[in-house]
């Protein structure tokens, strides 16, 4: 493996600072609000978004609220048993909602429908169904362009019964206030960083980082569950090739976007 990396060139023929192919499609799960399905390489995330009518909590009567969940089945991979959630599924489910509120990609105020009374709670469910590294990168791209597909139907509450009321010809999209995209990075000898990490690689690896920016360049999350320690060049460059990488994928939801439209 080492060798390779030497090279300039990884066992899939890439070189270190290079992406795997990414694909996106949106709209694929009809029972949902709003879904989108993306392929980085070989690996594959599924993310469907139900949202259901709830109370308000006392603590912020304003604001609706979003409930990340990553799934990773035992289908993705071998290496995932059947049962509750593991290790890898909970670090990554609290990793997305960190960057959902450091990001500020919604507002929970934009959720609520009723002060005290009414708000929306967007069940953000995101399922691996082929694992060959890199999980976080996809499951960042996935929401975010199912976000943007999703549609809620118009509530209003009945003065009278004070029973919402929901009119499902009339449906609006999400306000998407930001832009978050993630890149994720595996160290190997201190020394050597490659992007877009494959399963087999991220075993080798002796550290991995996740770094995640918006549109304006500001830096919404830093993950790097321990590993070797990284120097501060290393970590600018690591930034650096994210922001370019934010960029590729906003212009990639954008044009997917458009395209299912100009299909309607």
């Not at 967007?122 to 082929?130: R, S």
């Not at 919402?164 to 160290?187: D, M, Q, W, Y």
Request: glycine letters at 6%; proline letters at 6%; one cysteine or more.
């Amino acid at each position: 493996m080492f060798h390779f990396q030497k090279e300039n060139c990884r066992p899939d023929g890439r070189e270190l600072s290079e992406f795997r192919t990414t694909t996106l499609n949106i709209g694929s799960i009809s029972t949902a609000n709003g879904s989108a399905l993306v392929k980085l390489g070989n690996t594959t995330i599924i993310c469907g978004i139900k949202a259901e009518l709830a109370n308000p909590t006392v603590e912020a009567p304003g604001k609706g609220y979003i409930v990340p969940n990553v799934d990773l089945p035992p289908l993705c991979s071998s290496r995932f048993r059947p049962g509750p959630p593991g290790e890898q599924a909970q670090a990554a489910s609290q990793f997305i909602a960190d960057v959902i509120e450091s990001s500020e990609l919604i507002k929970a105020e934009d959720l609520c429908i009723e002060r005290g009374k009414l708000c929306w709670v967007l069940y953000c469910d995101i399922m691996c169904l082929d694992y060959d590294g890199n999980i976080l990168d996809a499951c960042i791209i996935a929401l975010l362009a199912a976000l943007k597909n999703t549609q809620l139907p118009e509530v209003t509450i009945n003065k009278e019964t004070c029973a919402p009321e929901v009119n499902s010809e009339k449906r609006r999209g999400l306000t998407i206030h930001k832009h978050p995209v993630g890149a994720s990075f595996c160290v190997f000898d201190d020394s050597i960083l490659i992007v877009d990490p494959t399963a087999e690689e991220e075993s080798l690896s002796t550290a991995q980082l996740t770094v995640v920016t918006d549109e304006a360049d500001r830096l919404c999350s830093l993950h790097k569950p321990g590993g070797t320690p990284l120097s501060g060049e290393k970590l600018q460059e690591c930034i650096s090739r994210a922001t370019t990488r934010q960029r590729e994928i906003q212009k990639l939801i954008d044009k997917v976007i458009c395209s299912v439209k100009t299909e309607k």
